[in-house]
């Protein structure tokens, strides 16, 4: 079965300055994977995804994030936070499980930026 | 845009009720899902179904029943409501890009 972990329940970054959440998988086939964020008070959303191809993938609002196979990681990044990014961010897993698909959250991430 | 609606946003009942809560979305997406959200757990997800008439189990399914009687309509029932289900309930549509409802607040006294 599929797993994602996030270690950081909560992140703390100043306004202006750079940002990763970290993300690790667990699939023993080919994952497809995914970034949402969840404003408050609202259901999530999409911020980028991962099929194939380069491993360094961009989402909306200056999001990135890059696979790593060997690592089995999918770490999210930004270069400079604005204070409308706070939000809890949640690492995804696609995968196929009994002939049907099926996504796998972590726990998310709380992104707080101080002024 | 996508949508998906849900409906109640806000439901208080008492242990032992009864509770359904519904779910409609317009994006003509064959897969539909109900996740429960709890501080601590994320996204946990409950029941899933890739058609109408299709049931698939998740990973926390017990005391819950589902029920996809259209591609559009995907209904989570809560026959005897326990404090324990008290949780943020979101449905979603889609294949791996999902969308999500706005959520329906359930408390259980």
């Not at chain 2, 009864?18 to 409950?46: A, E, F, K, P």
């Not at chain 2, 058609?51 to 996809?68: C, H």
Request: net charge positive; aromatic share 12%; charged share 15%.
């Amino acid at each position: 079965a599929q797993s994602v972990t996030q270690p950081d329940a909560r992140v703390t970054v100043s306004e202006g300055a750079s940002l990763q959440l970290r993300c690790k998988y667990s699939y023993s086939g080919t994952p497809y994977l995914f970034w949402y964020v969840q404003y408050p008070r609202q259901g999530l959303q999409l911020l980028l995804k991962y099929y194939s191809g380069d491993p360094v993938v961009q989402g909306v609002n200056g999001f990135e994030a890059e696979f790593i196979k060997s690592n089995s990681s999918f770490h999210l990044r930004k270069a400079s936070v604005h204070w409308s990014d706070s939000a809890v961010y949640f690492c995804a897993v696609s995968a196929r499980t009994e002939g049907a698909d099926r996504l796998t959250f972590g726990k998310g991430t709380q992104l707080i930026i101080q002024p | 845009e996508a949508a998906v609606t849900q409906s109640p946003r806000n439901k208080v009942t008492v242990t032992g009720g009864n509770v359904t809560l519904s779910c409609r979305q317009t994006n003509s997406h064959n897969y539909m899902y109900w996740y429960r959200q709890d501080t601590g757990h994320g996204l946990r997800l409950i029941h899933y179904s890739y058609g109408a008439g299709n049931l698939q189990i998740g990973d926390v399914p017990d005391g819950y029943k589902a029920t996809r009687t259209t591609q559009e309509d995907f209904f989570l029932l809560l026959e005897l409501a326990s404090p324990s289900q008290t949780s943020l309930y979101f449905c979603a549509s889609g294949r791996n890009t999902l969308y999500f409802g706005e959520g329906s607040r359930l408390i259980v006294v």
